[in-house]
């Protein structure tokens, strides 16, 4: 368990920025599901629950997804359940249990890059966006790969085509993290390929996407593809599996998630 000196609700973004920034070990808790995994002393504990960032709105061109959204809500989106194959529901519904959902948010799961994350990789196979505080917005990818700096995770923008996604994932057992996950997109005949729970964060395999995407579109070249996927990411073992059994799943599940978006 973690423990809180102070508890604040802040009534603006502005005032909550400034809050976070006053000490080091001042940190915004969400919904605190993680943090209540860990050990942690926090200073000033941030809620940002006063700031309408729990949201999932649709625009012209985006979905819009607020930081206090929580994993739950995601799930049962009717929004969310009517784009892209219901890659994100599909991607949190088996997250430890409905009760753990309902209190986990989108902010607490993306800012923190957790690499076990199966939102993240789900986002990160889609055209999302992340909006900061201080750093305004880039692509979820150059999120990941940035040094982390201390901000405000306003939302996630979700530019609306017609891509379609597929989830997948192995686990020891149902409620528990995974031990590799991956989200496999297509837009006409793009396709990005993302890994996660290496157990390191999410990212592309870039030289498999390329290859399926520059490639005809059969069993043998599918097949390629998720052995370059293979070969080009790096995996490490803990305490739920080998590197060398999460390569294995990962060709396996890469070559499924393929032959199954091709054919939405």
Same mark, same amino acid.
């Given at each position: ?9 802040? =009534? =603006? ?9 006053? *000490?080091?070990?001042?940190?915004? %808790? ?34 819009? %997804?607020?930081?206090? !959204? !929580? ?16 890659? %994100?529901?599909? +991607? ?16 607490? +799961? ?43 995770? %306003? /939302?996630?923008?979700? /530019? @609306? ?12 057992? *149902? ?9 496999? #997109? ?11 729970? *290496? ?24 097949? @390629? ?16 599996? #080998? /590197?060398?059994? *999460?390569?294995?799943?990962?060709? =396996? ?12």
């Amino acid at each position: 368990m973690f423990t809180l000196m102070e508890l604040v609700q802040p =009534s =603006s973004l502005e005032e909550a920025y400034e809050i976070l920034m006053k *000490r080091k070990n001042n940190i915004v %808790i969400g919904g605190s599901a993680f943090l209540r995994m860990g050990e942690k002393r926090i200073g000033t504990g941030i809620d940002l629950s006063n700031l309408n960032l729990n949201l999932i709105e649709e625009t012209e061109d985006y979905i819009e %997804i607020g930081a206090m !959204t !929580t994993l739950r809500d995601l799930e049962v989106s009717p929004i969310l359940n009517n784009y892209f194959d219901k890659v %994100i529901p599909n +991607s949190v519904k088996d997250i430890i249990g409905v009760q753990f959902r309902n209190v986990a948010t989108v902010g607490g +799961s993306v800012f923190s890059r957790y690499g076990f994350s199966d939102l993240i990789v789900a986002l990160l196979s889609l055209d999302t966006e992340v909006e900061l505080y201080k750093g305004g917005k880039m692509s979820l990818e150059e999120f990941l790969n940035k040094e982390y700096e201390k901000d405000l995770l %306003i /939302k996630l923008h979700i /530019k @609306k085509n017609n891509m379609n996604s597929i989830y997948k994932c192995m686990r020891n057992s *149902r409620s528990d993290y995974p031990i590799l996950n991956i989200s496999v #997109s297509k837009l006409d005949n793009n396709f990005k390929i993302c890994v996660g729970a *290496r157990p390191q964060r999410a990212t592309i395999a870039k030289k498999a996407s390329e290859f399926i995407s520059n490639n005809t579109l059969n069993e043998e070249n599918i097949l @390629k593809a998720s052995e370059i996927a293979c070969e080009e990411l790096v995996f490490g073992s803990n305490m739920r599996a #080998s /590197k060398e059994y *999460r390569k294995a799943i990962c060709k =396996s599940l890469v070559k499924n998630a393929l032959m199954e978006v091709s054919s939405c």
